[in-house]
């Protein structure tokens, strides 16, 4: 490591950071035990001893009180209440009691897509998605996200630049395009781009021009869809397996892919060693992609009881960005004013969701999955951390979703996990990967210390750092440091 490269990764890093206060790695600001730096910028953990911490570990409903841990690379190593010593170059942290915490994981977002809908198809390029994406990723990780699993975008550009550290951001489970069908959740041409008959001609949107989205019908063209993401180093495959609320000509009700479309894409994906997600809201359709071994349903807010027994006996994870049921979605500006009454009717409906998934003993993650401009998604994000505690009615598992069972989720994706060498995702545990962070206050009573807020589009736009949020860490490297 020289003095030059460390300079030159400041540079970078305060150019890249126009936005926000440059954010440079403590460990590299603070000297002293700034780790290595490669001729990639790639930023290398060194030694660090937490000392007197109070431990939520991710898995127990309780925090471990006045504990030491220490991270040695990009791994926790020891855990202990007696003391532990390590030799002059580590670095130490006095925690003064406060929670040390695993990085938080949101398993459901759009890093690539941080405009609305209109704008990208409209007014943008991948250019202007990129620099805006890098902000996005910079400010995930200043908010406690360590991991994001990203559900649809060309992000591996984005992945490779932050793995590489010349951006700042999560650790990035990329899908690459979501695949859709005609007249799917995906199919965001406008009404005359598709013709009026398979044979005429037609014009792609900009979401598949730019690989946030790719149109595919038969078993030809979805394998074709599926091995090109997986050529392009997604960790898993999206797909649209029924009508959404933001699209155009997919009616909410609708199933979509055929059993054929759908099992061909899970088995191309199997023989990847890794798994399928899918966007999806009616029973008809879940229970086709349980037949053909789909193991993560994105959303799922209108199933019946019998749907969710049969979810909760496969093991199939379910992860919904539970603000699409909140009171305060008539807020959303982008919210169409004839779709207001309908709030009301599925509040009614399904207001009970969290509490039923919850009493079937589903495995929920955390999502926030709110596309549009970055900072109302980055309202929605922590309003979403405050809303799920009602929804769910226990901080505990919202924190577990945020974490450990986050992290089994990331797992799924075996030897496609770019991570794997650091360890596990969402827990405080020997062997685990260091991704952590440091708050005042036990998020078991107050979900506040991470970010939760009450407000949303009413809060303000203007990005704040959560002041509770004293030190974030990822891969054994501090990238935030407030602890005063
Ligand atoms: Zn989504």
């Known amino acids: 490591m020289t003095l030059k490269n460390l300079t030159k990764v400041a540079a970078f890093v305060s150019a890249a950071c126009l ?4 954010i440079v790695p403590t460990a590299i600001a603070a000297g002293g035990s700034a780790p290595a730096v490669d001729q990639n910028f790639k930023v290398e953990a060194s030694t660090t001893l937490f000392k ?19 991270v040695e690379g990009t791994t926790i190593t020891k855990i202990s209440d007696d003391d532990i010593t390590v030799n002059g170059d580590a670095r130490i942290i006095d925690g003064q009691g406060k929670t040390l915490m695993p990085g938080l994981i949101d398993g459901h977002a759009h890093i690539m ?14 250019t202007d998605m990129s620099y805006r994406a890098s902000i996005v990723a910079e400010r995930f990780l200043m908010d406690g996200f360590t991991t994001v699993r990203d559900m649809g975008g060309p992000a591996f550009g984005l992945m490779r630049n932050i793995n590489s550290g010349h951006i700042i951001g999560p650790k990035i489970f990329p899908s690459g395009t979501f695949i859709s069908q005609t007249s799917g959740h995906g199919d965001f041409r406008d009404r005359g781009d598709a013709g009026f008959s398979p044979t005429s001609a037609h014009d792609a949107s900009n979401f598949e021009h730019f690989g946030i989205g790719a149109v595919a019908d038969g078993q030809a063209e979805v394998l074709k869809a599926t091995r090109t993401n997986l050529r392009n180093g997604a960790t898993q495959i999206k797909i649209m397996a029924g009508g959404g609320g933001s699209s155009k000509y997919d009616p909410i009700d609708t199933v979509q892919f055929s059993k054929e479309e759908t099992c061909a894409i899970v088995e191309t994906t199997k023989d990847w060693n890794t798994y399928v997600g899918a966007h999806v809201f009616n029973d008809r359709a879940m229970n086709r992609l349980m037949d053909c071994g789909v193991k993560s349903f994105e959303h799922g807010f209108f199933m019946n009881e019998e749907t969710m027994k049969r979810i909760s006996k496969e093991g199939v994870y379910v992860v919904p960005q539970m603000w699409g049921l909140s009171p305060d979605l008539a807020k959303n500006p982008l919210m169409p004013k004839d779709k207001l009454p309908l709030i009301k009717v599925l509040r009614e409906k399904y207001g009970n969701y969290g509490k039923q998934l919850l009493a079937n003993n589903v495995k929920v993650v955390f999502a926030s999955d709110y596309v549009g401009t970055f900072a109302d998604a980055e309202r929605a994000r922590r309003y979403e951390i405050w809303w799920r505690g009602e929804a769910f009615g226990d901080n505990f598992e919202v924190l577990k979703q945020m974490t450990s069972t986050a992290g089994e989720l990331m797992a799924l994706s075996g030897p496609r ?13 020997v062997g685990a990967a260091a991704d952590l962070i440091l708050v005042d206050g036990n998020p078991l009573k107050d979900l506040s210390v991470i970010g939760g807020n009450d407000k949303w589009f009413d809060a303000d736009p203007e990005y704040k750092k959560i002041d509770t949020l004293h030190i974030v860490m990822k891969d054994g490297v501090i990238y935030r440091d407030e602890l005063k």
């Open 113 to 126: 897509i941080n405009n609305n809908f209109g704008n990208v198809e409209s007014d943008m390029d991948l």
């Open 19 to 22: 936005s926000t206060a440059a």
């Open 417 to 429: 996990n770019p991570y794997a060498a650091s360890g596990k995702l969402g827990v405080v545990e």
């Open 52 to 70: 007197n911490v109070n431990v939520f570990n991710g898995t127990d409903n309780k925090l471990y009180k006045g504990l030491n841990v220490l």
